[in-house]
């Protein structure tokens, strides 16, 4: 095994149960045969992980983490080719042999359900630690991507929720016509950023006054304050048939329904924001059933929108610089979590680091 010098502990963030994680020193995972060790630059706070915390989603004790990027310092046999690579770790890759992944259902294959990223404890990302073992299935599997050093980490880890955007787009009608997005947090604006330069004439929905206000600078032709008659000043341009979709980065039943009524006939809403199973939502069937709109789902990201992905990231005319605009050093994992919970102060991403220093010209 080939490796470069490795501390035998480490600083990791360990959620234990309750509403507060842990900062612990734990030791840095051993690696076996086709395994990666990957020292940890920056990890992005997804309120996915945020939710498994708050909502108990999860069994304790775990090391969250999944938006991920890194330096290789250790390989295992038949993996050395990643020695010394500056890369991005997904922690779900699909077995690209079952039933659902030959329909390109990748997502919701058995495999792909597996995490493959592990600090410490049951594999649960591990990103919010200094070093994470990448299983060999997710090194050999395509879940590894080789980054340039020209890219900052705080960029970096913006991959993994840039390819579930623009998975999402795949579920856009073939047509570009008018779009709604509901939700402007970092996904929210990343969707808007990338439906506008692909054609779509975007209409967002946001409560915050920066998000609103970056929500335009990123390529809305307009935005709506949820509360604020969001049906009369949907209705206004949407006429006159309905704009042609919604995408929903948010849970939020009223701005669903709100968005639904001025939706086409046979126009598509996407549930983008709804992640675990046992959410409920009430909404007026004759719009389904007589005007024939259609409600579809997007969920995670799909392997084969990887080097894309590598690519729109690399595009320096998307404004993604302005994404992350916190960092974090580990041991004040407990601050970043209360500033993802409750945006302020134009907060957007928010990530933690082992060194966030490193990251201060990036």
């Avoid at 498994?52 to 938006?67: A, F, N, Q």
């Avoid at 949907?234 to 939020?252: C, F, M, N």
């Avoid at 959410?279 to 007589?290: P, R, S, V, Y």
């Amino acid at each position: 095994m080939k490796e470069i010098s490795v501390p035998a502990e480490m600083t990791a963030c360990v959620w234990r149960g309750g509403t507060r994680v842990e900062v612990e020193t734990i030791p840095v995972p051993e690696i076996n045969e086709g395994e990666l060790l990957v020292q940890v630059e920056a990890c992005g706070l997804c309120p996915t992980d945020i939710k498994k915390i708050d909502m108990g989603l999860t069994k304790p004790p775990v090391i969250l983490g999944h938006e991920m990027v890194g330096k290789v310092v250790a390989a295992g046999p038949n993996a050395e080719k990643f020695l010394g690579k500056r890369v991005v770790v997904y922690h779900h890759v699909p077995c690209r042999s079952c039933r659902l992944c030959e329909l390109g259902r990748y997502s919701q294959c058995e495999g792909y359900k597996k995490t493959g990223t592990s600090a410490g404890f049951s594999p649960a990302g591990g990103g919010w630690a200094e070093y994470v073992n990448v299983a060999s299935w997710i090194a050999s599997g395509g879940g590894v991507v080789e980054i340039p050093e020209l890219l900052p980490a705080k960029i970096a880890i913006l991959m993994e929720p840039l390819n579930t955007c623009l998975k999402c787009m795949s579920a856009l009608p073939e047509s570009k016509g008018t779009l709604v997005v509901l939700g402007q947090g970092p996904v929210g604006l990343m969707l808007t950023a990338l439906t506008s330069r692909d054609g779509w004439k975007v209409f967002a929905v946001e409560p915050l006054p920066e998000r609103q206000e970056k929500s335009l600078t990123f390529g809305a032709q307009g935005v709506f304050h949820p509360k604020e008659d969001l049906a009369g000043r949907l209705q206004d341009v949407a006429a006159p048939l309905g704009y042609d979709a919604v995408i929903a980065a948010t849970e939020s039943e009223e701005a669903i329904n709100g968005s639904f009524l001025f939706l086409r006939p046979g126009g598509t809403m996407i549930l983008f924001a709804h992640t675990r199973l046992g959410q409920e939502l009430k909404i007026d069937a004759g719009q389904i059933g007589m005007a024939e709109k259609q409600i579809v789902g997007s969920y995670s990201s799909s392997i084969e929108l990887n080097s894309l992905t590598r690519e729109i990231l690399l595009d320096n005319r998307f404004p993604w610089g302005e994404f992350v605009t916190h960092v974090f050093p580990l041991n004040e994992i407990n601050s970043a979590l209360a500033l993802a919970r409750r945006p302020q102060g134009g907060s957007l991403k928010v990530a933690v680091a082992p060194n966030p220093e490193a990251l201060k010209d990036a």
